[in-house]
């Protein structure tokens, strides 16, 4: 059983910054999806097991980064640097994990949550 844990989470002004982390047990490729209030989950980036293959949603790119930390085979770390934040990113995001490749996961695909952590931007 893969176990997702997140933190980071808070509230920021627009045009702030936040970093959030996500400790997973195994080598998956791994992503952050978002959901606001009264919307539909949306993809929001993924990173591929080696961590060379990095995909964005068009809303964030350019102002999102992310990015993982492998040292530990058996455990590693998913990072999503939010730089930029605008009052539409207010979410509660959530991170996940695939066993099958990190471009499925822009159609939404995940095999294992975490429990979501709430991002607020006010303006």
């Known amino acids: 059983q893969v176990q997702l844990v997140e933190s980071g989470g808070g509230s920021v002004q627009a045009g702030g910054s936040l970093r959030l982390s996500c400790a997973a047990s195994?080598?998956?490729?791994m992503g952050w999806f978002r959901q606001a209030p009264g919307k539909e989950r949306e993809f929001v980036a993924a990173i591929s097991w080696s961590g060379g293959s990095t995909y964005y949603a068009d809303s964030v790119q350019g102002r999102f980064t992310i990015s993982r930390d492998k040292r530990d085979n058996a455990k590693n770390t998913a990072y999503l640097q939010m730089n930029n934040l605008k009052p539409e990113d207010t979410a509660v995001y959530y991170c996940?994990?695939?066993?099958?490749?990190?471009?499925?996961?822009?159609?939404?695909?995940?095999?294992?949550w975490g429990q979501g952590t709430q991002v607020t931007v006010s303006s």
């Open positions: 996940s994990t695939t066993t099958q490749a990190a471009a499925t996961m822009r159609g939404g695909r995940g095999d294992y």
């Open positions: 195994g080598l998956y490729a």
